[in-house]
């Protein structure tokens, strides 16, 4: 339940889905750098290259010279989410808020 979350976190939970909702896409994501800053992004599906939600929004958080994560989400109906973009970048130990498009949190996994 969205509830049960920090206020940062369930923040990050409204950006994916309002980043979500804006495309109609299969995915929405958002990231919190070690600063507290905020990047929200969607899935992008093109012909020859497809990016998950997540890893566009780190790709963005890196392009503006994020040295760190605290933390993700990701709103998707899917039962799991890659979250090894996030590992790879920002290391072990970082919680990924996995819920479904109405908010409600299915779970959080750590990378």
């Known amino acids: 339940m969205l ?3 920090s206020a940062e976190d369930a923040k990050l ?3 994916a889905r309002a980043a979500r909702a804006r495309t109609r896409a299969a ?3 958002a990231v919190r750098d070690s600063d507290g800053r905020t990047y929200a992004a969607c899935t992008v599906a093109l012909d020859t290259v497809e990016l ?5 929004a780190v790709a963005m958080a890196l392009a503006s010279g994020v040295k760190g994560l605290e933390a993700a989400a990701v709103v998707t109906e899917s039962d799991s ?3 090894g973009v996030v590992r790879h970048f920002a290391g072990a130990n970082i919680p990924v808020v996995l819920a479904l498009g109405t ?9």
């Open 3 to 5: 509830s049960d979350l």
């Open 103 to 111: 908010g409600e949190v299915r779970d959080v996994v750590h990378t």
């Open 27 to 29: 995915e929405g994501a």
């Open 52 to 56: 998950t939600a997540l890893q566009l």
């Open 81 to 83: 989410a890659d979250v």
């Open 13 to 15: 939970v409204t950006l």
